[in-house]
Structures are given as C-alpha cells and as structure tokens.
C-alpha cells in the first residue's frame, strides 16, 4: 500500500520540476493579432491606405474607394496635376492612366 502514496509523490514531484523549467508565460503573443499594413492579402484600412498614398508624394487625396480585388482607387494631386492612384494588396502605390 505504500506504493501508491510514494508513486504519487513523485509524479508530483516530476511535474513541478517541469513546470520550473518552462519560462513563465506573460499572456501576450509574438504573432501579431492583425497581418501588418502592406502584406499580401491583408485588409488595409482606409487611413493606412491614404498614409501609403500620401508617403508616395501624392496630395488632396479624395474619392479613395476599396475594389473587389481587395485594391483601393483614388483621384490625388502631384506636381498640382490631377491624376488617378491605384494601392493593391501588397501597399504598392501606382499613378494609373
């Protein structure tokens, strides 16, 4: 009968010697919840997209509009002419014709 009590005690024991050696969990994850703006296939808001739009050199953003596609059109100013911009899904910014 004193099996039970010894065999107990060390799995107890085992147990608490590897829990010691794990390091402590802080409840926060290295993986970010939301894919960053600019990665493919991640939806961009608009406001990002308008920063992205605006680091590119373009102005008086206006009419910015997501598609299907998951890329956003835009009417913007540069060099004061106005011209239309396309963002796809990977945060490129291109002039469209």
Known sequence: MKLIPTAAAALVASVSIAAAQMPPTTGTSTTPAVPPAGMP???Q??????TQIEAS????IRDL???ADGS???RASRNDVDVA???DSTGSVTQVQ
């Open 57 to 60: 050199g373009y102005t008086k």
């Open 41 to 43: 296939g991640t939806a």
């Open 65 to 67: 509009t997501r598609k």
């Open 45 to 50: 808001s608009e406001s990002s997209v308008r």
């Open 85 to 87: 911009v396309s963002v």
């Open 72 to 74: 956003w059109h835009a």
